[in-house]
């Protein structure tokens, strides 16, 4: 038993932590964005609110780490060894993802949260670290010979997701597999053409 304690080092702050994350979702499902508060999330998760401010300080910090759980979870990046099948996969589950009722939250914080420290400080982790993994399809083709060493990968991946969010958040238009690939083909031709144009440079240089 001794032994199986010190393999599971942490438990229950994991559970915690889980819990807090779950109920910080139903909250801002049933409440919106607007009306979300600290003090139901305690009461769902069954803890103080004086933990979950020492957790997390702030509450647009625990609705950032309760969305990137989320999105780490529910939307993972793809690596099917070709960078088009990757990017076409992605883009499917992204739009899969914020047509959910979680991924609908997760746009009205990003979108709709105002501009003070917290949560700009939340947005643009979320955004830093959502990045750093979708970025991998794109380095990965790069070291594959796929793509050039000169692209972009963080413009690249945003290149791909805008036009998903813009669709779902503004337009309401649904994207299926054949406007992603159209989408994901245009992407690819455009730094094909731009491969191509910087090549002379690169060359003489």
Do not use: C, K
Not at 41 to 46: D, N, S
Not at 152 to 177: I, K
């Amino acid at each position: 038993m001794a032994g199986e304690v010190r393999r599971r080092p942490g438990g229950r702050s994991a559970r915690v932590r889980q819990a807090v994350l779950d109920a910080t979702v139903e909250v801002l499902l049933a409440r919106g964005l607007a009306d979300f508060r600290i003090a139901p999330v305690a009461a769902l998760a069954g803890v103080h609110e004086t933990s979950i401010y020492r957790r997390w300080g702030t509450r647009e910090g625990l609705l950032g780490d309760a969305l990137l759980h989320s999105a780490e979870h529910e939307l993972r990046v793809p690596d099917t060894g070709r960078l088009r099948e990757d990017l076409v996969t992605y883009a499917v589950r992204l739009a899969a993802y914020l047509a959910t009722p979680v991924g609908r939250a997760l746009d009205q914080v990003l979108v709709l949260g105002d501009d003070r420290p917290a949560m700009a400080e939340a947005r643009a982790r979320f955004w830093s670290e959502r990045a750093a993994g979708s970025m991998a399809m794109i380095t990965r083709a790069v070291e594959r010979g796929e793509l050039p060493a000169t692209v972009d990968p963080r413009l690249a991946v945003e290149m791909l997701v805008g036009p998903v969010h813009f669709r779902l958040l503004l337009t309401r238009d649904p994207v299926d597999p054949a406007l992603a690939a159209r989408l994901v083909d245009a992407i690819l031709r455009g730094i094909a053409m731009t491969s191509e144009v910087m090549d002379p440079v690169t060359r003489s240089s």
